[in-house]
């Protein structure tokens, strides 16, 4: 069976970046960004492509390299929401005829 595609440990990204910049949030002050921000483009798909493509290149990378499960492999972004679906089931006796309890 083929393995999943692997890309660089959010932990590896932080050191990458703290060891140009000493912290993220230096990082992020020295780009106009929120510090916050940083982290949250690191560990969530599609929370800033600008940002993760401003780290990749940071890195020496492409945004494929560093999130493989995030990209396509010619750069573009892959959906990141992609086959989502409601595991709760509707209760149908719910508010039934409208009125609340």
């Not at 912290?23 to 492509?49: C, D, E, K, W």
């Not at 493989?68 to 005829?97: F, I």
């Amino acid at each position: 069976m083929a393995q999943k595609p692997r890309g660089v440990h959010p932990e590896d990204i932080k050191a990458c970046i703290c060891k140009k910049y000493g912290t993220l949030s230096a990082f992020a002050v020295m780009h106009g960004r929120n510090p916050n921000t940083v982290s949250n483009a690191i560990r969530q798909p599609g929370y800033s492509r600008p940002l993760e493509k401003l780290i990749a290149e940071e890195m020496g990378m492409r945004p494929y390299d560093v999130w493989p499960d995030w990209y396509h492999s010619d750069g573009t972004p892959a959906p990141y929401r992609n086959g989502r679906s409601s595991t709760a089931l509707p209760c149908r006796t719910h508010r039934q005829n409208g009125v609340a309890a």
